[in-house]
């Protein structure tokens, strides 16, 4: 998003908040996206808004759903902390 922002900085915002959107989902469906192929573990799942992926754990019995990264697709296997 840091290149985005430094040729179109309005273009970077609508792009976050689209991203932040696209979480939002998650409040009600916390396993709408899929498992992460790379890493085949059911609580490691992703949402797409092309070309990014977002990736999040679930936590199903804390009820926890975090964010783990937001990876733009070119960018390879997502790099998880």
């Not at 059911?42 to 092309?50: D, S």
């Not at 070309?51 to 997502?78: C, E, N, Q, T």
């Amino acid at each position: 998003m840091r290149y985005i922002a430094r040729d179109n900085p309005p273009a970077a915002v609508q792009l976050g908040l689209a991203l932040i959107e696209k979480t939002k989902e998650l409040a009600k469906w916390p396993e709408l996206g899929r498992v992460v192929p790379e890493f085949d573990d059911p609580k490691i799942r992703e949402l797409i808004l092309k070309p990014y992926r977002i990736v999040y754990r679930v936590d199903s019995k804390a009820g926890v759903i975090g964010i783990a990264r937001f990876w733009h697709a070119a960018r390879g296997l997502p790099e998880l902390s």
